[in-house]
């Protein structure tokens, strides 16, 4: 039902990510935010006040992801996104997380789960090897120990709380690829997880070999995870199996013919908010673009600011900045291995949609 009510306001966005602050206190050797988090300014942050003049003017939305950085670093993370949760009703709540804040993990998470019972909470910990090797991969000593102890204590919530989902994301990169299938036959084995993926890695990382990963490799990691995945437990965790398949499937097409091979809606039905209140299209057109073309007239690639718009989305997705930006990536030759945006194209589109749901039933 909150698809088919997105598709009836094409022009209205669904998917919103909210980089609720940059600060992070890990250094992934993979990390393509990782300019944005040596620079992070906690002073520059929206505030709880700010979200609740946000949340007033924002549309209803299916999915909401809560981004950074470090999203738990926010010590007012649940008052921060309450009210954009009590406004906009989106369906799906998504966390990513390293894991490493155990005690505020578990405390903001049953704060969610307690307060809004019709959301599914989506906790996903990001682990990108076993032991040491994660630990190197993240820049930390302790990180593999620390988020271990974090999902033991999610997955004893979860006995209580059956609308947590969790879940363990990969970054396969040049720093894991060798060993890429050990560490998720480790995931599966040992973890458990209600979902498992793996990203591309993508963007300009922290070290710049990370991204030195032949498509190829991602090829076979998806078909290891289309045939290895959680058994599904119900139509709608089939359903999501499927699309996170043709997700797989159309990053694979994506990359592998250099070009965009299904239009995608960032800017429109996915936007990014960032955590001092401007908008991006997507996280990556500053990086697929060193600016934008001078037939733009623009100075970057940002729709608008928040703050400077009244604290209205819907003031800032009708400016000049923003309809020259969709125009820019529906007409350029713009094209990533961005998943979530990938996602956004999928779901946001009823042919697709339906084409799901077929193979579904099968």
């Given at each position: 039902?909150?698809l088919?009510?997105?598709?009836?306001?094409?022009g209205?966005?669904?998917?919103?990510?909210?980089f609720?602050?940059?600060?992070?206190?890990?250094?992934?050797?993979?990390?393509?935010?990782?300019?944005?988090?040596?620079?992070?300014?906690?002073?520059?942050?929206?505030?709880?006040?700010e979200t609740?003049?946000?949340?007033?003017?924002?549309?209803?939305?299916?999915?909401?992801?809560?981004?950074?950085?470090?999203?738990?670093?926010?010590?007012?993370?649940?008052?921060?996104?309450?009210?954009i949760?009590?406004?906009?009703?989106p369906g799906?709540?998504?966390?990513?997380?390293?894991?490493?804040?155990?005690?505020r993990?578990?405390?903001?998470?049953q704060?969610l789960?307690?307060?809004?019972?019709?959301?599914?909470?989506?906790?996903?910990?990001?682990?990108?090897?076993?032991?040491?090797?994660?630990?190197?991969?993240?820049g930390?000593?302790?990180a593999?120990?620390e988020?271990?102890?974090?999902?033991?204590?999610?997955?004893?919530?979860?006995?209580?709380?059956?609308?947590?989902?969790?879940?363990?994301?990969t970054?396969?990169?040049?720093?894991?690829?060798?060993?890429?299938?050990?560490?998720?036959?480790?995931?599966?084995?040992?973890?458990?997880?209600d979902?498992?993926?793996?990203?591309?890695?993508?963007?300009?990382p922290?070290?710049?070999?990370?991204i030195?990963?032949?498509?190829?490799?991602?090829?076979?990691?998806?078909?290891?995870?289309?045939?290895?995945?959680?058994v599904p437990?119900?139509?709608?965790?089939?359903?999501?199996?499927?699309?996170?398949r043709?997700?797989?499937?159309?990053?694979?097409e994506?990359?592998s013919?250099?070009?965009?091979?299904?239009p995608?809606?960032?800017?429109?039905?996915?936007?990014?908010?960032?955590?001092?209140?401007?908008?991006?299209?997507?996280?990556?057109?500053?990086?697929?673009?060193?600016?934008?073309?001078?037939?733009?007239?623009?100075?970057?690639?940002?729709?608008?600011?928040?703050?400077?718009?009244?604290?209205?989305?819907a003031?800032?997705?009708?400016?000049?900045?923003?309809?020259?930006?969709r125009?820019?990536?529906?007409?350029?030759?713009?094209?990533?291995?961005?998943?979530?945006?990938?996602?956004?194209?999928?779901?946001?589109?009823?042919?697709?949609?339906?084409?799901?749901?077929?193979?579904?039933?099968?």
């Amino acid at each position: 039902m909150q698809l088919a009510h997105s598709w009836l306001r094409p022009g209205l966005p669904s998917y919103l990510i909210y980089f609720v602050t940059a600060r992070c206190n890990a250094k992934c050797e993979s990390c393509f935010y990782w300019k944005e988090t040596e620079a992070a300014a906690e002073k520059s942050e929206l505030t709880t006040e700010e979200t609740k003049k946000i949340a007033e003017k924002l549309p209803r939305l299916v999915q909401l992801t809560l981004s950074g950085g470090e999203p738990f670093l926010r010590e007012d993370l649940f008052d921060l996104v309450s009210p954009i949760m009590e406004k906009s009703r989106p369906g799906f709540l998504s966390i990513p997380s390293n894991g490493i804040m155990t005690d505020r993990i578990i405390k903001t998470t049953q704060l969610l789960l307690s307060r809004y019972p019709w959301l599914r909470v989506n906790v996903e910990l990001s682990l990108d090897g076993v032991g040491k090797t994660h630990d190197r991969i993240r820049g930390r000593i302790g990180a593999f120990e620390e988020l271990t102890k974090t999902w033991r204590e999610l997955k004893t919530l979860q006995k209580k709380r059956p609308s947590l989902r969790l879940g363990i994301l990969t970054v396969l990169s040049a720093l894991n690829q060798d060993g890429i299938f050990e560490i998720l036959e480790y995931i599966k084995r040992e973890l458990k997880p209600d979902r498992q993926e793996v990203l591309f890695a993508r963007g300009v990382p922290r070290n710049p070999d990370a991204i030195k990963v032949p498509i190829e490799r991602f090829k076979e990691v998806a078909a290891w995870l289309n045939k290895e995945s959680t058994v599904p437990r119900s139509f709608m965790d089939k359903f999501r199996r499927e699309l996170a398949r043709q997700k797989r499937e159309l990053i694979v097409e994506t990359v592998s013919q250099n070009r965009m091979v299904m239009p995608c809606l960032a800017g429109s039905k996915l936007i990014v908010m960032e955590p001092d209140g401007r908008i991006r299209p997507c996280e990556m057109l500053e990086t697929l673009h060193p600016s934008p073309p001078s037939s733009l007239g623009l100075e970057n690639f940002f729709m608008g600011d928040l703050r400077k718009s009244n604290y209205d989305l819907a003031e800032v997705l009708k400016n000049d900045a923003s309809n020259k930006l969709r125009d820019f990536i529906g007409h350029s030759s713009c094209h990533c291995s961005y998943e979530c945006a990938a996602l956004a194209d999928l779901a946001f589109r009823p042919t697709s949609v339906f084409k799901i749901f077929l193979k579904t039933l099968i």
